[in-house]
């Protein structure tokens, strides 16, 4: 059974541009989240999704940031205007459920790099 | 604020001996707590999970203590194997909010 897989594995960008990141969570599994994880920390909550929708998006740092997952399944984070400090490697994850005690999976992630 | 902190960057142990891992946090609303294990190039991955209504939880050679009042949890492995040697992250979860705080890390080597 294939776990989550995140496309692609590495972005490099220039300052200013517009990136998508794609997250494939493990079939069936309903609930998604997005992590950010700069260099020497853990990873940091943005967004996760119950099906279509985004239950929590709080830890999106300011609206560059954009993610949907428009038919429950497959997700995309999407950065406006790239800086340099979005650096970062970008982690999904999914679990069956949104109840706390359902472990997440998690994806090998997307490392970005802003120029 | 950082609510989840590991002081340690990095622990070096035997083969064979114990490797103690800690995790001390600052909201006292956080009452689920897990361990996470990442080798290079790879997300995290689950290792065990506590309650805050227990103050132990034991599986194999992982054991993670919890202490309340201390606000302090630590990950046990005991022995220690060279396959170990990965970076560890804990995560407290306030479960009515749903989302996972992490803390920076670390990087367990275990030595042959």
């Known amino acids: 059974g294939a776990g989550v897989s995140q496309t692609p594995s590495n972005k490099v960008t220039e300052k200013g541009k517009y990136v998508e990141l794609r997250c494939d969570p493990i079939s069936g599994h309903t609930a998604l989240y997005w992590y950010r994880q700069s260099l020497g920390q853990g990873p940091e909550f943005l967004i996760y999704f119950q099906g279509t929708g985004a239950a929590d998006d709080s830890g999106l740092p300011n609206d560059r940031f954009f993610a949907v997952r428009p038919e429950g399944s497959v997700s995309t984070l999407k950065i406006q205007r790239t800086e340099r400090g979005d650096s970062a490697v970008y982690l999904c994850a999914s679990s069956l459920g949104l109840a706390y005690n359902n472990e997440q999976f998690f994806g090998p992630g997307t490392r970005l790099t802003v120029l | 604020d950082q609510q989840v902190k590991q002081n340690s960057p990095s622990l070096s142990v035997q083969e064979g001996r114990i490797s103690i891992l800690n995790c001390d946090y600052t909201?006292?609303?956080?009452?689920?707590f897990l361990w996470y294990k990442k080798y290079p190039a790879e997300g995290p991955t689950f290792l065990i999970s506590i309650s805050s209504i227990k103050d132990k939880n034991e599986d194999g050679r992982f054991t993670v203590f919890l202490n309340k009042s201390a606000k302090h949890l630590s990950l046990h492995i005991v022995p220690s194997q060279p396959g170990d040697s990965a970076v560890y992250f804990c995560a407290a979860i306030e479960t009515n909010a749903g989302k996972s705080t992490f803390g920076d890390g670390t990087t367990l080597t275990v030595k042959p």
């Open positions: 909201n006292s609303m956080f009452d689920y």
